[in-house]
T-cell receptor, first 113, second 115 residues
Framework: EAGVVQSPRYKIIEKKQPVAFWCNPI?????LYWYLQNLGQGPELLIRYENEEAVDDSQLPKDRFSAERLKGVDSTLKIQPAELGDSAVYLC???????????FGQGTRLTVV | KNQVEQSPQSLIILEGKNCTLQ??????????LRWYKQDTGRGPVSLTI?????NTKSNGRYTATLDADTKQSSLHITASQLSDSASYICVVSGGSSGGSYIPTFGRGTSLIVHP
């Protein structure tokens, strides 16, 4: 069975441009997470979904970041406009429920120049 | 505020040697604690999970311990191999948000195994 799939793997954009990341979680997993990971740091939660509902988005910079999970399956994370400080790895993870093991995708490495 | 602190930040050992990584947490209420291994350029992968009643759990050459009273956990790696070079992240699930537990991540310990 395929794991969590993210695309693209790498993205380089100029500052002030928009960018979007896509995540396909493991089939049947109700909980989906988006994390931001800076070099040498642990992942930091941006948003957590239970099915279609965003139940924890307190760490999401809502002035420029947005996310959606239509039909409770795939999810997209968007940044508009991107800033230099947004350069990081964006990880998507999914789990059966909020308390079970989270399985991670390989991440999208964003570089803003 | 829920926090997970890991030490050391980085560690360099010779192949074949043992090492121990530490994790202290303040997450409450506590649900479980996981150790993840993250290879460079990859997403984290779970190594072990420990619940409140478990003190020790092994997964091959990896042995995790948990002291729920002192809120400390350790990950011991025996007979290290070059492939053990990675970041090891302690994740504690607890607290409560939207009716379910949420994971709090440590910053990780970067382990380098030299031949």
């Amino acid at each position: 069975e395929a794991g969590v799939v993210q695309s693209p793997r790498y993205k380089i954009i100029e500052k002030k441009q928009p960018v979007a990341f896509w995540c396909n979680p493991i089939s049947g997993h109700n909980t989906l997470y988006w994390y931001l990971q800076n070099l040498g740091q642990g992942p930091e939660l941006l948003i957590r979904y239970e099915n279609e509902e965003a139940v924890d988005d307190s760490q999401l910079p809502k002035d420029r970041f947005s996310a959606e999970r239509l039909k409770g399956v795939d999810s997209t994370l968007k940044i508009q406009p991107a800033e230099l400080g947004d350069s990081a790895v964006y990880l998507c993870a999914s789990s059966l429920t909020g308390d079970t093991e989270a399985f991670f995708g390989q991440g999208t490495r964003l570089t803003v120049v | 505020k829920n926090q997970v602190e890991q030490s050391p930040q980085s560690l360099i050992i010779l192949e074949g040697k043992n090492c121990t990584l530490q994790c202290n947490y303040t997450v409450s209420p506590f649900s479980n604690l996981r150790w993840y291994k993250q290879d460079t350029g990859r997403g984290p992968v779970s190594l072990t999970i420990m619940t409140f009643s478990e003190n020790t759990k092994s997964n091959g050459r990896y042995t995790a311990t948990l002291d729920a009273d002192t809120k400390q956990s350790s990950l011991h790696i025996t007979a290290s191999q070059l492939s053990d070079s990675a970041s090891y992240i302690c994740v504690v699930s607890g607290g409560s948000s939207g009716g379910s537990y949420i994971p709090t991540f440590g910053r990780g310990t970067s382990l380098i195994v030299h031949p």
